[in-house]
């Protein structure tokens, strides 16, 4: 009998995939040497950013559910 494909959990937990089926993933470059970024820049790294189609195509065939 053949098992079933396993979801990666750790790949789960980083993306979020929205309604209209795009891939979201955390900016880069929050953890640190943040404090000669400025204000602006900490801000903007605090939101999703979206993985471009090809990587997304690559990271769905982990999320099989």
Known sequence: MKSK???RKSILKRF????NGKMLRRA????HYRAKNSGKKRRELRRLTEVSPEEAKKIKKHLTY
Do not use: L, S, W
Request: no cysteine; charged share 25%; hydrophobic share 25%.
């Open 5 to 7: 494909p396993k979801t």
């Open 16 to 19: 979020k995939i929205t309604k």
């Open 28 to 31: 880069v470059g929050q953890m």
